[in-house]
């Protein structure tokens, strides 16, 4: 971590050295993001609002044109995190690994069959980046419901 300081600010970088698997974790990204494409583009032209792929839609319900359409529209947003994901992971920002893990995640609500190729390449960059840094302290044992004094025993019999 390093510090710049500028006229009374501090500018603190959380960036960690670019490495191998930095990259690999970044090309993945950006592979699952870039073979998803077609997704949002499939859904939009079925919607009527692109042609593409010259979808009918035939005399589907306009309902269902709808929902296409905000499916589109949501599957083009989630691939912009997926590729913000994929430029932080090969800057080395902290950041990327939870970015890729809510593309891939929201990828799966906006196109579920079709985009679990590209949300399982996403899910392994995510892993190749590695686990997340924690300050020192030792929090994976603590409590995290925080309940405390829970006793739990049968009844004996005439207690009730």
């Known amino acids: 971590m390093s510090t710049d300081h500028t006229r009374g600010m501090t500018i603190t970088h959380n960036r960690e050295p670019v490495s191998a698997n930095r990259l690999a974790a970044a090309a993945l990204a950006a592979l699952g993001a870039a073979s998803a494409v077609p997704i949002p583009l499939a859904q939009l032209d079925f919607a009527g609002l692109i042609n593409v792929f010259n979808i009918d839609n035939g005399d589907s319900p306009r309902a269902l044109l709808v929902i296409a359409a905000l499916g589109g529209t949501l599957t083009v947003a ?47 960059a995510a892993v ?12 994976a044992d603590r409590n995290r419901l925080r309940t405390t004094g829970v006793h739990a025993r049968t009844p004996r019999q005439g207690e009730i």
């Open 128 to 139: 190749l980046l590695g686990p997340l840094e924690h300050d020192g302290s030792d929090h």
């Open 78 to 124: 989630v691939l912009a995190v997926a590729f913000v994901g994929s430029f932080l992971a090969a800057t080395g920002a902290a950041s990327a690994r939870a970015v890729l893990i809510a593309a891939a995640l929201a990828g799966l609500v906006t196109a579920m069959p079709l985009w679990i190729p590209a949300g399982v390449l996403m899910g392994a």
